[in-house]
């Protein structure tokens, strides 16, 4: 097992949004949302300029953003090693101010 840091950098724009933080699991019993044939695992709510810190498998897994009908992914490559992830918030009033996820 390793861990996975997800922080919320600070914006005004969405900083009301609070976007639900999914985990790719691999068990019907702890998955809460089906997206493009995998399950995922809601791990919370990710406020503005906070972060969240889950424990994640070696295996290579999907992570997965979700705010209305917007969703950012990120595919976390397999390892043993911890991974810190970004989120950011965009201003786009044509697209509804999308997240994006990258590594840090």
């Given at each position: 097992?390793?861990k996975?840091?997800?922080?919320?950098?600070?914006?005004?724009?969405?900083?009301?949004?609070?976007?639900?933080?999914?985990?790719?699991?691999?068990?019907?019993?702890?998955?809460?949302?089906r997206?493009?044939?995998?399950?995922?695992?809601n791990?919370?709510?990710?406020?503005?300029?906070?972060?969240?810190?889950?424990?994640?498998?070696?295996?290579?897994?999907?992570?997965?953003?979700?705010?209305?009908k917007?969703?950012?992914?990120?595919?976390?490559?397999?390892?043993?090693?911890?991974?810190?992830?970004?989120?950011?918030?965009?201003?786009?009033?044509?697209?509804?101010?999308?997240?994006?996820i990258?590594?840090?």
């Amino acid at each position: 097992m390793r861990k996975l840091t997800v922080k919320r950098k600070w914006s005004f724009v969405e900083c009301v949004t609070r976007p639900d933080l999914y985990v790719q699991c691999f068990k019907k019993s702890k998955a809460s949302l089906r997206a493009d044939d995998m399950l995922f695992e809601n791990v919370g709510k990710l406020k503005n300029g906070k972060e969240i810190t889950v424990d994640i498998p070696d295996e290579e897994i999907v992570v997965l953003l979700a705010v209305g009908k917007m969703q950012a992914a990120l595919r976390v490559p397999s390892g043993e090693n911890d991974v810190a992830l970004l989120v950011k918030a965009h201003y786009t009033p044509a697209k509804g101010n999308p997240f994006s996820i990258e590594c840090i």
